[in-house]
């Protein structure tokens, strides 16, 4: 960089490199201001979490973001009663769109006509764990995973999972209904 | 008298034509298997999981290399007005870098990989990589060593850092333990693995595709613009802060991962602070063309140089942008990143590539190019392919992206299942494929362009004058006088200040603060005095090649030990945040091993970020610990399918077992490829003795075992899988691949630490 007094943008640079010629402009300056920025911006903000001490370990962030959550979820309500989901079972709206949730998350373990597969069938009259509507509600919702049924509570939410039971509840002529509350 | 050696350089233009077109052509069919599962035709060796490694390889190394060295050997010799320092190391270069071209797409299909990204060449391979690299920088710097030229060009200075660079990074990242001829392990393991990989992995586009090319540009843009370049001090400033900036930027690609906090902070701030120099580049370069523009118009050439420059522009703008934490939470896993590559890679490398090819080709043979027309045509071909796969990238990945993330009101997620994610976005692949098929298209047309012209010529000898006294320059400076001058010690200061402020306990890092404020201010009061000095001393550093290597190297090299090694150092890493890692069995082990050849990284990522969208869906987010015996490392950079940190013993092994013989039984509209040779090969039970004695060699805990109970353990927990099996009727020998597979992957997120942990959160 020359001195001021004798500096000319328009001035090409003494070297010639195989014919190549350099100007010596000016940077522009709001590219400059970019760079200058830039490098500002992350002293403050390294000094702000880094040093200052305002970042907290990211699996502390999530799990209390996860808490909040859970703690709405749960304001949601108590678990739906047996009569509530054979209610939802004859409600052919509930029952449609319990189906389309089978048809993308269970239905590759229990086949297409609930005939069962990988997992149980779901169309007999045998409920290895339970055939009442509240034991269909919990064992999808809490799993078996001895026996390889995954847990779908936080996946699906007690919202879908009650579609789930009730579409199940419709195809199935052994379940009962259950003696109102 | 000095006569160029062209020959090489022909030689290598016309290997980067052929590397290109085979490497894009495997792009295209990647990129078809991903739209069309039954394009792996269900054998080994065309499966996804090994061709992509395929492609990336042989794009970056096979085809920018080639062509990079094509450029370097073509411009330096100008640049120095001296012929190539040796002949002989100039062929075994070129012969060296096609074998191991030749050997990498022959082991990568069989699945013979390190499985780290752009690294996966396995260990003999890459030996003979640093054998050639030293062949190449004995050969570069001999010439600067006797060159003609006194005073060192920009271009060559992007050179230097390119070869200084490359080598110290490559070295670093391929450490590793043989445990036989073809198969290794890497000596870094879990979260070391991960930030070597990145740092590695990131300044691999820095300093492979990036500065080559930047050095290229500035050789032949002004040339064929017939224009001075626009401003000598930003190219100053622009290679430096580049050069010393770029190294740091790696762990951005591990942003809100069990990574720790300071590091991702490192690698988005630094990423950020990239933005300018890079911009830097690219103002050199398109006010290089400023009354030009209207040959930009008629030149093939131009063209494809503007545009090539305004893409390097794009993407070095999204680059930061992807850094940020919180878009890095959206972009991250997703097609977002492959569009914001290929951004770069199609539009800045293979352009600049295009460009360079179209102006060397009739000089090389002293004739005028076959057909502008054909070169108009590829461009806009080009073009119009660059659009569309990027613009479909950025919708995929923004879709996928939202959806995986969504959660509703009730706290649970919006899409519980990962396909409906990746179905909805099947037209964007289908358009992607689209856009890089005619990308192909378009280089097709080039090399038939450049095939025409070179059939119409004759290869032409450059023979230039040299008068005796302009001969074998001298050094402008010592190497003590290089280091011992202001501008280095203040730069030196202030990033040693910087450090101590950043790592260091309260007083000493406000102190450090204080000081490397000051420093600053003084420097800069010091340079508005004598800045003439200073530009002087600049300009003797430039007519000594050596002190600007030394020079450069640490440019380079303080990123990385800051980053790096209090890592390596912290021998604590074993139970990291109370999370041990299970220590598998044998036959887990050999199982991991499959996984790795198969190439399951490429899809799927063993990394729960510590995201809400993450944990509902995966389980508690992932954690240091939980990866420390994992040589090499499994966090994986894309998920085209689900993580599978924590997905042993979610479903029975019967799915599993339907699942990879065919993905579509147990996940509907899956476009997983099927395995089935996994069902009929015999897992390789001979290799397991030496294997394990590397990693016990390596810190993991396994019992003693003689090679006997290795077998024997390895026998049981087979019989085990298959008894299970047998319950649903199924027969196999336990030594099939399968079984092995099945077993590392029922064990997934089995962490004797993290267990509670996980029942706490779900």
């Known amino acids: 960089m020359k001195d001021s007094q004798q500096y000319d943008p328009d001035k090409l640079r003494h070297h010639i490199y195989d014919g190549i010629q350099e100007y010596d402009k000016r940077m522009p300056n709001w590219w400059l201001f970019t760079l200058y920025g830039a490098i500002v911006f992350s002293v403050i903000y390294w000094g702000y979490y880094q040093w200052a001490g305002h970042m907290q370990p990211g699996y502390v962030r999530v799990e209390k973001q996860i808490e909040e959550f859970q703690k709405s979820a749960l304001a949601g309500g108590a678990a739906p009663s047996a009569i509530q989901l054979w209610n939802m079972s004859r409600d052919p709206a509930i029952v449609e769109s319990g189906q389309k949730i089978y048809m993308t998350n269970c239905v590759a373990c229990h086949g297409q006509n609930l005939e069962g597969g990988i997992g149980q069938n779901l169309v007999d009259a045998t409920w290895v764990h339970g055939g009442t509507p509240t034991d269909i509600y919990n064992t999808i919702t809490k799993g078996v995973l001895d026996k390889g049924m995954p847990v779908w509570g936080p996946v699906l939410g007690a919202g879908r999972i009650n579609d789930v039971v009730a579409f199940i509840i419709s195809k199935n002529p052994t379940i009962q209904q259950p003696p109102e509350m | ?762």
């Open chain 2, 1 to 762: 008298m000095v006569e160029y050696d062209d020959k090489i350089v022909r030689w290598f233009m016309g290997a980067a034509v052929f590397w290109g077109i085979v490497g894009m052509a495997v792009g295209v069919l990647v990129a078809l298997q991903l739209a069309f599962w039954q394009l792996n035709f269900g054998t080994s060796w065309l499966t996804f999981g090994r061709l992509r490694p395929l492609h990336t390889n042989a794009v970056i190394f096979a085809f920018v290399g080639n062509m990079m060295f094509t450029g370097i050997y073509h411009s330096t010799q100008r640049l120095t007005r001296t012929r190539l320092a040796s002949n002989f190391l100039s062929w075994v270069h070129f012969w060296g870098w096609q074998l191991i071209i030749v050997g990498a797409a022959i082991t990568l299909p069989l699945g013979l990989t390190r499985s780290k990204e752009y690294a996966e060449l396995i260990w003999p391979l890459d030996i003979a990589v640093v054998v050639i690299w030293v062949v190449f920088a004995i050969n570069f710097f001999w010439t600067l060593a006797v060159r003609n030229e006194k005073s060192l060009y920009v271009a060559i200075w992007f050179y230097i850092a390119t070869i200084i660079t490359v080598a110290m990074l490559y070295i670093v990242n391929h450490l590793q333990i043989p445990t036989s001829w073809l198969h290794s392990y890497p000596i870094f393991g879990g979260v070391q693995d991960a930030l070597v990989q990145w740092w590695y992995g990131h300044n691999a586009v820095a300093f492979f595709l990036t500065t080559p090319i930047l050095g290229i540009m500035y050789y032949y843009l002004p040339k064929a613009a017939e224009r001075p370049v626009y401003s000598y001090r930003l190219s100053i400033v622009h290679f430096w802060s580049l050069v010393f900036i770029y190294i740091w930027a790696g762990p951005h690609h591990l942003l809100n991962t069990a990574l720790p906090e300071w590091l991702q902070t490192l690698g988005m701030v630094f990423s950020i602070m990239l933005w300018a120099p890079s911009w830097g580049g690219m103002l050199n370069g398109l006010l290089t063309l400023r009354g030009a523009w209207d040959k930009v118009r008629t030149d093939p050439v131009l063209k494809f140089f503007a545009a090539g420059v305004t893409f390097y522009g794009m993407a070095t703008f999204e680059g930061p942008l992807l850094a940020i934490r919180s878009v890095n939470a959206l972009s991250h896993y997703t097609d977002w990143t492959i569009g914001h590559v290929h951004a770069g890679t199609l539009g800045w490398n293979s352009f600049m590539a295009a460009g360079m090819f179209y102006w060397l080709t009739p000089r090389l043979w002293g004739t005028k190019l076959y057909s502008t027309k054909l070169a108009d045509i590829h461009f806009w071909i080009g073009m119009v392919g660059i659009l569309l796969y990027v613009a479909a990238m950025w919708v995929s990945g923004i879709t996928t992206g939202l959806m995986l993330n969504s959660v509703t009101p009730e706290g649970v997620l919006a899409y519980p299942n990962f396909l409906e994610a990746v179905n909805s976005v099947r037209p964007m692949q289908h358009m992607r494929a689209l856009g890089g098929a005619l990308f192909l298209g378009g280089f097709f047309l080039m090399a038939y362009n450049l095939f025409r012209t070179i059939w119409a010529g004759q290869p032409v000898t450059t023979v230039i004058e040299v008068p005796a006294e302009e001969r074998r320059v001298q050094e402008g400076l010592t190497l003590w006088q290089s280091i011992f001058n202001p501008p280095v010690i203040y730069s030196t200061l202030i990033v040693v200040f910087a450090a101590l402020w950043g790592f260091t306990g309260q007083i000493s890092a406000t102190i450090a603060f204080v000081l490397m404020i000051e420093t600053a201010l003084v420097a800069m009061i010091h340079l508005s005095i004598s800045g003439a000095r200073w530009s002087d001393w600049y300009e003797r550093l430039l007519e000594s090649w050596l002190p600007f290597s030394v020079l450069t190297l640490v440019a380079v090299a303080a990123g990385g030990m800051i980053q790096i090694l209090p890592l390596v150092y912290s021998k604590a890493a074993v139970d990291y945040e109370k999370a041990a890692q299970h220590v598998y069995t044998p036959m887990e082990l050999v199982g991991r091993d499959i996984y790795v050849r198969e190439g399951c990284y490429t899809c799927h990522s063993q990394m729960i970020r510590t995201l809400v969208g993450d944990v509902l869906r995966y389980g508690p987010s992932g954690r240091l610990g939980e990866s420390v015996y994992d040589f090499p490392y499994q966090w994986g950079s894309k998920r085209t399918g689900p993580d599978l940190s924590r997905v042993g013993a979610k479903y029975p092994n019967i799915w599993h077992f339907q699942h990879f013989e065919n993905p579509r039984s147990t996940s509907i509209g899956s476009n997983m490829p099927a395995y089935p040779w996994l069902y009929h090969q015999d897992a390789d039970v001979a290799a397991l003795p030496s294997k394990v004695r590397v990693l016990r060699s390596l810190g993991v805990p396994f019992p003693e075992r003689t090679d006997e109970q290795l077998r024997a353990a390895f026998e049981a927990q087979g019989k085990e899988i298959v008894a299970d099996l047998g319950k649903a009727g199924i027969e196999i020998s336990p030594n099939r691949e399968v079984i092995a597979l099945i077993a590392y992957i029922q064990q997934l997120g089995k962490s004797p630490a993290a267990a509670p942990a996980q029942a706490a959160a779900r």
